[in-house]
């Protein structure tokens, strides 16, 4: 059964980091793309941004409105992922969800989605 | 950016109801469309994706099509657990993006 399990979320000031971990079980990780999505309180979904599998070069992309402040890595060994959020503002305040996509590229749907952790940036 | 316009918002339905939930892109997105549903409190399942197939464990009243720049979502004979707000969301290029979002209510 694949699971994703997210880690890390609590409350944070403004200004200050806190890094978020994805477990994964039930699959070869390092075999998929990864992408983070949030969702503010009562508000829609937002992409945050993915991580390609090494297959696909393991590179990265992300929404304008963390680039620069958040950076998404993986450990394949550990079939874990991570969002490093620096920076943090009152709007990052949002449940963020791990995903994994079909395939190794972000041109495929969102098949599973862990539970979610959320995150509150206030002083 | 790619920009999903989700139509309507919200809308009121009966269990049995047939009903349409669209989904237009701002450009062209080939079939790299896919529907979400979420349940309050709950992440997101996936429904459809490639605009138009569904995804396994999915009940077939569920239907997706649509091509290009405009999509279709359709839950034909509406059942109690399908009261729930559907995101559609391109996969064509990035940045990612959702649309706003479609709440059904009774």
């Known amino acids: 059964e694949v699971q994703l399990v997210e880690s890390g979320g609590g409350l944070v000031q403004p200004g200050r980091s806190l890094r978020l971990s994805c477990t994964a079980s039930?699959?070869?990780?390092?075999?998929?793309?990864m992408s983070w999505v949030r969702q503010s309180p009562g508000k829609g979904l937002e992409w945050v941004g993915f991580?390609?599998?090494?297959?696909?070069?393991?590179?990265?992309e992300y929404a304008a409105s963390v680039r620069g402040r958040f950076t998404i890595s993986r450990d394949d060994s550990k079939s874990i992922g991570y969002l490093q959020m620096n920076s943090l503002k009152t709007e990052d305040t949002a449940i963020y969800y791990c995903?994994?996509?079909?395939?190794?590229?972000?041109?495929?749907?969102?098949?599973?989605w862990g539970q979610g952790t959320l995150v509150t940036v206030s002083s | 950016d790619i920009q999903m316009t989700q139509s309507p918002s919200s809308l009121s339905a009966s269990v049995g109801d047939r009903v349409t939930i669209t989904c237009r892109a701002s450009?062209?997105?080939?079939?790299?469309l896919n529907w979400y549903q979420q349940k309050p409190g709950k992440a997101p399942n996936l429904l459809i994706y490639?605009?138009?197939s569904l995804q396994s464990g999915v009940p077939s009243r569920f239907s997706g099509s649509g091509s290009r720049t405009d999509f279709t979502l359709t839950i034909s004979n509406l059942q109690p657990e399908d009261f729930a707000i559907y995101y559609c969301?391109?996969?064509?290029?990035?940045?990612?993006?959702f649309g706003g979002g479609t709440k059904v209510e009774i």
């Open positions: 039930g699959f070869t990780f390092g075999d998929y793309a």
């Open positions: 490639a605009a138009s």
């Open positions: 991580i390609r599998s090494k297959g696909y070069g393991g590179t990265t």
């Open positions: 450009q062209s997105i080939s079939s790299y």
């Open positions: 995903t994994r996509h079909k395939g190794g590229g972000y041109d495929s749907e969102l098949c599973y």
């Open positions: 969301q391109q996969s064509y290029s990035a940045p990612l993006t």
